[in-house]
């Protein structure tokens, strides 16, 4: 292989690692021979060979197997260009940005791009707090909550916003992984002493899906060491997790308590106009760069409706969406939104039973469930039954015959009958058209 050849694969990968990881990670790597198989790269740094090794040899090799050259191995060695004396000479001045052992910024994680909700809105003031770099007022900013609600984003945002503002502060942000990964490496290589003072030299520290240390005990002793060292020097802390310092299960009773000191927020699950303003959003920005791109009434409510409380399978369906249309070259319609992502909806919709239905809204109205089955026919128990046959209409996949069998062995017309009347009179009585939206939303959550 030649290094002109090189060139021309590592700029493939550019579109399969993205931009970011690209620039850390692929670019530095240097083409170095290739024998029996094994295509040997040289790197700047021992840690960026490790990294590039676990990460991206797979798609590197893989890459070059598409380009023609044949590759069973790729190796990475420490380039001679790098010399022992630079890095005791980086020790030894003052830290860099440079030298900070991060994972890159995503630059789309904003807080310009994240939609604000009911939620969300707190952890979200919290992080807009925290990213104007005041005195530091809270200690650590605890966020958590389940996957795809945006956690990462808002700390990739408070990030962005601290470094616009106070271009001189060290900012680092890592997974978890990423500081156990770290912190093994130096044991390993006994480096310790660079580590500690590494980490301890930062200005604002982030550490994102903490429960990862969970059960690793070494690992766990050296975060609270290093959370210890940055509060006292009164250095902000921002840290993530699946759930609450106090539920996550195998991490250290001291360690909880620490989390715990500053403000401890949480994202909830998302509701569905917070979807919706996702959805908008994405749209929106989408069609800035993608003007034909025509989307018929009611898809976008109907994935909010439909698609479970995570935004990174909302975000995923769109993309697959806007991708389908613009090959077929169609309108996205309703239809074709249900056909192209049939699986995603199949495997985000909660079963609502028939049997749900009829309790919420039996209790609803305050009339006795047997009642809501049984023959009385009088306007106090009839209309709840209709709502009841409509709201199993929409919410469920039963038949009308089914329906019907489910209150009290009613023949399908009569059922038919209740839905068409509940559907005039949600246009009529915002009464009714409230109690529904309603019932419907508690029937979802
Ligand atoms: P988490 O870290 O909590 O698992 P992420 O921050 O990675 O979740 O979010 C998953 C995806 O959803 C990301 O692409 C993110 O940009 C997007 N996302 C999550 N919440 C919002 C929001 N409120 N507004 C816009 N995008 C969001
Ligand atoms: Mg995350």
């Not at 994405?282 to 409706?305: P, T």
């Not at 909660?350 to 009642?371: C, G, P």
Request: with cysteine; glycine share 6%.
């Amino acid at each position: 292989m030649t290094n002109e050849l090189w060139g021309q694969v590592r700029q493939q990968l550019q579109q399969i690692v993205g931009a970011n990881n690209y620039s850390t990670w692929i670019e530095p790597l240097e083409f170095s021979d290739l024998k029996n198989g094994v295509a040997t790269f040289l790197v700047p740094t021992q840690f960026i060979g490790n990294w590039v090794s676990r990460n991206f040899s797979d798609q590197i090799k893989q890459q070059l197997n598409t380009s023609g050259v044949s590759v069973s191995r790729v190796e990475f060695s420490l380039s001679k260009r790098a010399p022992v004396a630079k890095m005791a000479a980086a020790a030894a001045k003052p830290k860099t940005k440079a030298d900070l052992p991060g994972a890159p910024l995503d630059k789309r994680l904003t807080f310009d791009n994240f939609v604000v909700g009911k939620p969300n809105e707190l952890a979200h003031a919290a992080a807009k707090r925290v990213g104007e770099g005041g005195p530091v007022t809270f200690n650590p900013l605890f966020l958590y909550g389940g996957v795809g609600l945006g956690k990462t984003h808002l700390m990739h945002a408070i990030a962005h916003d601290l470094i616009a503002r106070r271009p001189d502060l060290n900012v680092l942000y890592l997974s978890a992984e990423q500081f156990m990964y770290r912190f093994v490496q130096a044991l390993r290589e006994r480096k310790m002493m660079d580590f500690k003072e590494l980490f301890r030299s930062v200005d604002v520290l982030m550490v994102d899906d903490v429960q990862f240390i969970a059960g690793k005990d070494s690992t766990q002793e050296e975060f609270f060491h290093t959370f210890n060292a940055l509060v006292d020097q009164n250095k902000q802390i921002i840290i993530s997790a699946d759930s609450a310092p106090g539920e996550i299960a195998n991490l250290e009773e001291r360690i909880k308590s620490r989390l715990q000191s500053g403000l401890v927020v949480d994202l909830h699950p998302t509701d569905y106009e917070l979807r919706l303003g996702v959805l908008q959003q994405k749209v929106d920005n989408y069609r800035a760069g993608n003007k034909d791109l025509i989307l018929a009434d009611g898809v976008l409510e109907f994935l909010a409706h439909r698609i479970s409380t995570n935004v990174r399978v909302l975000e995923g369906a769109l993309i697959r969406l806007f991708a389908f249309a613009s090959l077929v070259g169609r309108e996205i319609t309703l239809e074709l939104a249900q056909d192209c992502l049939a699986d995603i909806l199949r495997a985000s919709s909660r079963k609502i039973t028939i049997d749900e239905i009829q309790r919420k809204v039996s209790e609803h109205y305050n009339i006795r469930l047997s009642d809501m089955i049984g023959p009385r026919r009088m306007r106090t128990l009839a209309r709840p039954r209709q709502i009841a046959m409509y709201l199993s209409k929409q919410l469920t996949s039963r038949s009308l015959p089914e329906i019907g069998r489910s209150f009290g062995g009613r023949d399908h017309t009569t059922v038919m009958h209740g839905v068409r009347k509940i559907k005039e009179l949600k246009m009529l009585d915002s009464q009714i058209s409230d109690d529904l939206e309603l019932l419907r939303r508690s029937l979802e959550a």
